[in-house]
T-cell receptor, first 114, second 112 residues
Framework: NAGVTQTPKFQVLKTGQSMTLQCAQD?????MYWYRQDPGMGLRLIYYSASEGTTDKGEVPNGYNVSRLNKREFSLRLESAAPSQTSVYFC?????????????FGSGTRLTVV | SQQGEEDPQALSIQEGENATMNCSYK?????LQWYRQNSGRGLVHLILIRSNEREKHSGRLRVTLDTSKKSSSLLITASRAADTASYFCATDAETAGNMLTFGGGTRLMVKP
């Protein structure tokens, strides 16, 4: 099925461990995004990539890094996980920016940091 | 910071009734979008309404936009149990660099 694929779906980390969340889309979209969703907070943008080869910080980038590996893939890395990073992480993509396009979301990665 | 704020935070109705959710935002926008999220799943794009549009329809969905009041509403007519989900508004603010900012969502429960 066409869409946005995220791996893993669930992950438990110990404080200080590192991990990379993977995201791939097969819709030939230019723009990709990483959001985190916390109860009562809606979704907050961590990083985005407007096009292949570019990445920019969003609202809450501290503690994260990203890589736009190619047009299909956009990964999110936690170098030293903290309990405050316990959240559900969503990757999304769009053909262009929000001015003209809706986003397609993956099914999420539920991360717990203990 | 959240640009959009949904109201109510939670809504419970009977199947067949209409459901209305509201979204207020703070700054001028280019467009406003509505998304649905079923429990444990990602968000699904429902509809996009531009700042120069006042009303838009898609199936049983009706979205209105009042830029003078900085508010939007999503109406779901003849609701079904399958409409049970959280609904989010998201704005493309003129100052947000072509990014979407999401509100906190309305949790809708439709009882059969």
């Amino acid at each position: 099925n066409a869409g946005v694929t995220q791996t893993p779906k669930f992950q438990v980390l110990k404080t200080g461990q590192s991990m990379t969340l993977q995201c791939a889309q097969d819709m030939n979209h230019n723009s990709m995004y990483w959001y985190r969703q916390d109860p009562g907070m809606g979704l907050r943008l961590i990083y985005y990539s407007a096009s292949e080869g570019t990445t920019d910080k969003g609202e809450v980038p501290n503690g994260y890094n990203v890589s736009r590996l190619n047009k299909r893939e956009f990964s999110l890395r936690l170098e030293s996980a903290a309990p405050s990073q316990t959240s559900v992480y969503f990757c999304a993509s769009s053909e262009g920016g929000a001015r003209n396009y809706g986003y397609t979301f993956g099914s999420g990665t539920r991360l717990t940091v203990v | 910071s959240q640009q959009g704020e949904e109201d109510p935070q939670a809504l419970s109705i009977q199947e067949g009734e209409n459901a209305t959710m509201n979204c207020s935002y703070k700054t001028s926008i280019n467009n406003l979008q509505w998304y649905r999220q079923n429990s444990g799943r990602g968000l699904v794009h429902l509809i996009l309404i531009r700042s120069n549009e006042r009303e838009k329809h898609s199936g049983r969905l009706r979205v209105t936009l009042d830029t003078s009041k900085k508010s939007s509403s999503l109406l779901i007519t003849a609701s079904r149990a399958a409409d049970t989900a959280s609904y989010f508004c998201a704005t493309d603010a003129e100052t947000a660099g072509n990014m979407l900012t999401f509100g906190g969502g309305t949790r809708l429960m439709v009882k059969p």
